[in-house]
């Protein structure tokens, strides 16, 4: 089940649709290379056996759908392993490839997964850095394991970010010196970030000259900058792009700042890079610009051969248009040099139905499009390849990386040929995962006459994706109804699993119901006045629940959308809001028949198919999302998350039973074939300093004692779990941020 948790943006943040042609193949070498010239009648890749349900083990281990699904905002090749390639999201944490995306491994350790910039150069100590929004975190191992770094900065707090840091850079001259820099290039509307689209941090630049393990504040740039970015020149200055503030220069180790804009467009700066050996020269990537009588100003790049003192433009043969509204103006969020070969650069038009990524090798005099929409590639998300980050490897100008909302792209060739380094297509439309996801989870649905197939809901583009196969391949289908915009929960009929319902959105937009007669491989939507249901768009509480009972051949469908409770007595063709029940938030049917409903004010029960509800005992307060047992006929589960009495309870038909009482529970997994497996799993939005998710809890015993089980996880904050009823031993868990992983119940437990 689902419960609507507000976060502070959605993991991706492309919009409707995409400006890439959907591939029809992908693969010319190393089993999913592709490239912008090739076409139908290609081999493409054969899918990796996905693991045997005997082999799951006692730490949790990835399932195997495709990648990306979510924001990349860092990569970073490290120059003492230039093989090794770090990746980081806006709500992802980090991964690791040392393959180009072979394989992967996940990192453990952060207190949040709200990613800046990785610095893979190691500081005096032998530690790597990145920026993020609690603040600069460590790594002394090489990536695996990360850890708060911030004595002296202002104290964590539990309802803000304090102190968000893009970017950590250690000084050249002195790898005991780091600076850190107050912002958040992926402009994150969180508190203590971004509010109302108001940058609330203050520019300030910190300093430690004992490797990060104390810091003070150095200066401050601007009158409460967002520092986007910042780089040392090879002379030993400091340059800066600030968020509509230009670019900021400093000559004495970061003590004093001055404005230096002089000959760019306008003022929003969104990157900045130096010559590696020539200290006078430097360029910044420019996003769009103020209102300009109708249009918005374009950005691009701009050069400076001065140090700084002023700019010129570098924007032959790129592609940029101006639009009467800023998020369709051409914009330009990265610019990056290849340290072995300063005439190379590579950055990106973000802007939608402008997307592409170019490439200049003659120091930004003359660009070339290496990678655009009509780029074939695994687009499994169905996500524009707009590239917020691009990596360039240390010793090898041609081997590079780009990141997107949805894609993780590779190039050998200096963007000639391409690679996805997450995901393969194994048929048009068919994909599998290479073991990196940045999927945030909702919901995850077993068919319960189909040990083979699987269906997996998330935010954004991972609206809605299944396995008939047991995970060796993925299709996503519900695009033909809903590109983007998330998915909240899905349930098979009752009376037959080639019939599913999808409740779509995500946040306060609904983006309607869809229907599936054909096992899923096509939907009709279902929404506005035609059908009794609000119209897609944003409303009040957006859609939160789902449920299905069977009467006779006919499905009763009940949907929570708006904070009202609606009723299909025709399968979901037909629904009408059930009077007398306000500010409803989840529903659910248990194996007898009995409907529940929570509602801001209490839980209902109905015993005649929702026509008419009654109190459900005297329920613990604030019950947000409700859970049903396979094996307990008139049992129903009641998570409360932060609200109330927060966590687990159980209604047994009689009384209410608190079994976990942790505030940040916000889902429950019950085994369908014994009630006394149950696992809770605990998330938090992306709003503090420190997560307070603590991953997931098990319990043999009904609830009276309980396990906490992170080993394999790539992160603490989840969202949703499913025991398989085919394999009950098998445990499905979703995070927010990372997608899926599986473990063995008994295993994780000792037994």
């Given at each position: ?19 890439d042609?959907?591939p ?16 139908p ?15 799951l ?13 979510g ?19 806006d ?5 690791i490839t ?29 530690r790597l850095?990145?920026g993020?929004l ?20 202002p104290a964590?707090s ?9 970017t950590?850079?250690?000084?050249p ?15 994150w ?8 689209g108001?940058?609330?941090g ?12 104390s ?7 601007g009158?409460?900058?967002?520092i ?5 020149t090879s ?9 509509n503030?230009?670019?900021w220069?400093?000559?004495?180790n ?20 130096a010559?590696?050996?020539n200290?006078?020269?430097a360029?910044?990537?420019?996003g ?5 009588g109708g249009?918005?100003?374009?950005g ?10 002023s700019?010129d433009?570098s ?12 998020g ?5 969020h ?14 990106s038009n973000?802007a ?12 930004g ?5 290496i ?11 169905e996500?524009?390849?707009?590239a ?5 490897h240390p ?24 690679t ?17 996801s ?10 319960p ?29 519900a ?7 998330g998915g909240v929960e ?15 959105g ?11 007669i ?6 009709s ?7 009794g249901?609000?119209?897609v ?18 499905d009763?469908?009940?949907a929570?959308v ?14 009408v ?11 659910a049917?248990t ?7 929570t ?7 109905s ?9 459900a005992?005297?329920p ?8 049903t047992s ?10 409360a998350?932060?609200?109330g009495?927060?966590?687990?309870h159980?209604?047994?038909?009689q ?6 009482d ?6 429950v997994?019950?085994?369908?074939s ?9 998330t ?26 992170v080993?394999?996880?790539?992160m603490t ?11 009950p031993?098998?445990l ?15 295993a994780a437990?000792?037994?």
């Open positions: 089940m689902f419960a609507f948790v507000l976060f502070a943006s959605s993991c991706g943040g492309s919009t409707s649709g995409s400006d042609a959907n029809e193949s992908t693969d010319t070498q190393d089993a999913a290379d592709v490239t912008g010239t090739s076409g009648g290609q081999t493409l890749g054969e899918p990796e056996q996905p693991d045997d349900p005997e082999t083990t006692s730490s949790f281990t990835k399932l195997s759908e495709p990648g990306v699904g924001r990349i905002t860092s990569l970073a090749f490290d120059p003492s392993n230039p093989d090794r390639l770090y990746v980081g999201g709500m992802l944490g980090i991964a040392d393959n180009f995306g072979e394989t992967w491994q996940s990192t453990s350790g952060l207190v949040s997964w709200e990613i800046g910039d990785i610095t893979a150069t190691t500081s005096a100590d032998g850095w990145t993020s609690s603040g600069p975190q460590a790594s002394a191992d090489g990536g695996s394991t990360w850890e708060l770094s911030r004595a002296g900065m964590v539990e309802s803000t970010y304090t102190l968000a840091i893009e950590v850079l250690i000084d001259a002195d790898s005991n010196r780091l600076m850190a820099f107050n912002g958040n290039q992926r402009n509307s969180a508190p203590g970030v971004y509010v109302n108001e940058w609330t203050d520019g300030s630049v910190w300093e430690s000259t004992d490797s990060g393990a810091w003070n504040q150095l200066s401050t740039i009158s409460g900058g967002n986007r970015a910042a780089t040392f002379g030993g200055a400091l340059l800066a792009a600030v968020a503030r230009g670019v220069i400093s000559t004495d970061g003590t004093t700042w001055t404005e230096s804009s002089q000959g760019l467009p306008h003022f929003n700066a969104y990157d900045i890079t010559h590696p050996t200290p006078d020269v360029w910044v990537a420019m769009e610009g103020p209102d300009s249009t918005f100003i374009t691009g790049i701009w050069k400076t051969n001065d140090g700084g003192a700019w433009e924007n032959s043969g790129l592609s940029i248009v101006s639009n009467p509204t800023a369709n103006t051409g914009s330009f990265q610019i990056v040099v290849a340290p072995s070969e300063p005439s190379r650069l590579y950055t973000v939608p139905g402008q997307a592409a990524i170019y490439r200049s090798d003659d120091g005099e003359s660009w070339r499009v990678a655009d929409g009509s780029t074939s590639r695994p687009d499994a998300y996500g524009a390849l707009r917020y980050d691009i990596a360039v010793a090898d100008p041609d081997r590079i990386a780009i990141g997107s909302d949805d894609t993780l792209l590779g190039s050998k060739t200096g963007g000639d040929t391409w996805d380094l997450t995901t393969i297509e194994d048929a048009a439309g068919y994909f599998h995962g290479r073991g990196y940045g999927l945030v989870s909702t919901d995850i649905v077993f068919n006459e189909d040990p083979a197939e699987l269906i997996l809901l998330g935010f954004d583009g991972g609206n809605f994706i299944q396995t008939q196969d047991a995970g060796l391949t993925w299709r996503r289908t695009q033909e109804i809903s590109a983007w915009g899905a349930a098979y009929s009752p009376n037959g699993s080639d019939r599913i319902y999808v409740l779509l995500q946040f306060s937009n609904f983006r309607g119901i869809g229907v599936s054909d096992g899923g491989t096509t939907f939507l279902l929404a506005g006045s035609a059908n249901l609000p119209e768009g944003n409303v009040k509480r957006g859609a939160a629940g789902l449920a299905v009972l069977a009467d006779g051949t006919t009763i469908v009940f929570v708006d904070t009202q409770l609606f009723r299909s007595a025709d399968g979901g063709q037909d629904f809001a059930v009077p007398g029940i306000s500010g409803a938030r989840d529903v049917v194996p007898s028949g009995s409907v529940f409903v509602t801001d004010s209490g839980t209902l029960v015993i005649d198919q929702g026509q008419g509800f009654n109190d005992g005297r613990p307060a604030g019950i947000t999302t409700l859970y396979a094996t307990e006929p008139d049992s129903v589960y009641g998570i998350f932060r609200e009495q927060g966590g687990l159980r209604f047994d038909g009384s209410w039973t608190q079994l976990f942790d505030e940040f529970s916000h889902g997994a019950i085994d369908p014994n009630a006394d497996n149950l696992a809770v799993v605990t938090e939005p992306a709003f503090n300093d420190i997560s307070a998710a603590t991953g997931v809890h098990l319990s043999s015993d009904g609830g009276k004692t309980w396990t906490a089980v080993d394999g996880l790539p904050r989840l969202r949703t779990a499913e025991f398989d009823p085919a394999n031993d098998r499905v868990v979703g995070t927010t941020g990372r997608g899926f992983y599986e473990i063995s119940f008994s437990l000792g037994e």
